[in-house]
């Protein structure tokens, strides 16, 4: 059966003059799923995107997110509500190390209890020990462990992706928004990002990804929402969407 709603999107619209990306959409993202966002370039798949992440406002509509009204409300504010994203572009700092980039998404977290062996420390350092220590260990769940102390720009694309991923996991986000997290991987690389997407929908995250991979999305989502030309023309599980006559019309057919 369905799991609760974690988010909940009311005739949302957004135009840009004539151009309206996002045009009275409305859907449900179910609490602790892998949700893929398909459909033809220009669709107004990252607009929808910035807008659930507070990085473009609406026209009108809602977003209501564990019963808050997000519509409007600035990006950070919605990422201290526990939403995080990636984007399209790598947004790394390439200079710095894998752990420090890491480090920068993490300043939402607040760690409330301490291990015994930081309690020595002055309350500032033993924060800051406890950041790394998590930071390490996230960087450690995602398969780069061992790269924790290179810098970013060294790693091979495939990895900076990754850490782009884990850099969003380091606020402890409930929804996780991943623009395009495929584009540019080989096949191996898309592949283990399939695996790593499962991980964190293991660790109790609910996932929201923009794909144009179909292997990938059909093989690691439960749901699947269609957009063209700013409308949502379908939603539903992996298989009736690449059976969905309308869906194929416009999108899955063009490849
Ligand atoms: P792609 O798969 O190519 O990334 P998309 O589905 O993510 O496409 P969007 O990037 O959301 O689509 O763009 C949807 C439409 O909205 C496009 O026609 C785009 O040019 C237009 N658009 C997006 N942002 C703006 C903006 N800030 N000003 C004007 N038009 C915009």
């Known amino acids: ?79 201290s509500l526990g939403i995080a994203r990636t984007f399209q572009n790598l947004k790394l700092f390439g200079d710095l190390s894998a752990l420090d980039n890491v480090l920068l998404g993490a300043h939402r977290h607040v760690e409330a209890s301490f291990p015994a062996a930081l309690l020595g420390l002055p309350a500032s350092r033993r924060a800051e020990a406890q950041a790394r220590a998590d930071a390490l260990a996230l960087l450690a769940d995602l398969g780069l462990g061992e790269r924790a102390f290179e810098p970013a720009r060294s790693l091979p694309y495939g990895l900076q992706r ?36 499962k991980r964190i929908q293991t660790a109790g995250v609910t996932v929201l990804l923009i794909e144009h991979h179909m292997d990938l999305v059909m093989g690691i989502s439960q749901h699947v929402l269609v957009l063209d030309y700013g409308a949502l023309i379908a939603e539903g599980a992996p298989d009736a969407i690449r059976k969905n006559p309308r869906v194929i019309a416009a999108y899955l057919g063009a490849d």
């Open 1 to 79: 059966g369905d799991g609760s709603a974690l988010l909940v999107v009311a005739d949302l619209h957004k135009a840009y003059g004539g151009i309206v990306p996002v045009n009275h959409v409305g859907f449900t993202i179910g609490a602790g799923k892998v949700h893929a966002l398909i459909g033809p370039n220009g669709a107004g798949k990252t607009t929808l995107l910035n807008l659930l992440s507070g990085h473009v406002a609406p026209d009108s509509g809602s977003i209501r997110f564990q019963g808050q009204e997000l519509a409007g409300q600035p990006a950070h504010r919605v990422a």
């Open 162 to 197: 990754r850490l782009e991923i884990a850099r969003a996991l380091a606020s402890r986000p409930k929804l996780l928004l991943l623009d395009e997290p495929a584009a540019g991987l080989n096949p191996q690389e898309t592949h283990e990002l399939g695996d790593v997407i």
